[in-house]
């Protein structure tokens, strides 16, 4: 079974900065790309970032393009979302997923794997 642990978020205010790591279980990790999505509230969770298998590809929500990275460590089993700039729409429930492929996806239906979450608030 594969459990994927976030941490790293809090309260920071506008133009802060945050990092949001995600420690996962297994020892298949480097075979799959590895995402991060955000929800509010009565919404749908939404793409952030995403990183393939082996760190070579990564794609990124428009809204978040130039002020967010994300990398990995396979070494390790994690992955990692640097969160520069920030703003209060940034705020929500980040959680990690793992996608059923190596190939970076997107779409929230092509992962299998997701954390509890953790929550990032940005104050005006």
């Known amino acids: 079974q594969v459990q994927l642990v976030e941490s790293g978020g809090g309260l920071v205010q506008a133009g802060g900065s945050l990092r949001l790591s995600c420690a996962a279980s297994g020892r298949t990790f480097s075979n799959y790309a590895m995402g991060w999505f955000r929800q509010l509230p009565g919404k749908e969770r939404e793409f952030v970032a995403v990183?393939?298998?082996?760190?070579?590809?990564?794609r990124y929500a428009d809204s978040v393009k130039g002020r967010f990275t994300i990398s990995r460590d396979n070494a390790k089993n994690s992955v990692h979302l640097q969160m520069n700039s920030l703003k209060p729409e940034d705020t929500a429930l980040y959680y990690c997923?793992?996608?059923?492929?190596?190939?970076?996806?997107?779409?929230?239906?092509?992962?299998?794997?997701w954390g509890q979450g953790t929550q990032v608030t940005v104050s005006s």
């Open positions: 990183i393939n298998w082996n760190g070579g590809s990564t």
């Open positions: 997923a793992r996608a059923t492929t190596g190939w970076a996806s997107p779409s929230r239906y092509e992962y299998n794997y």
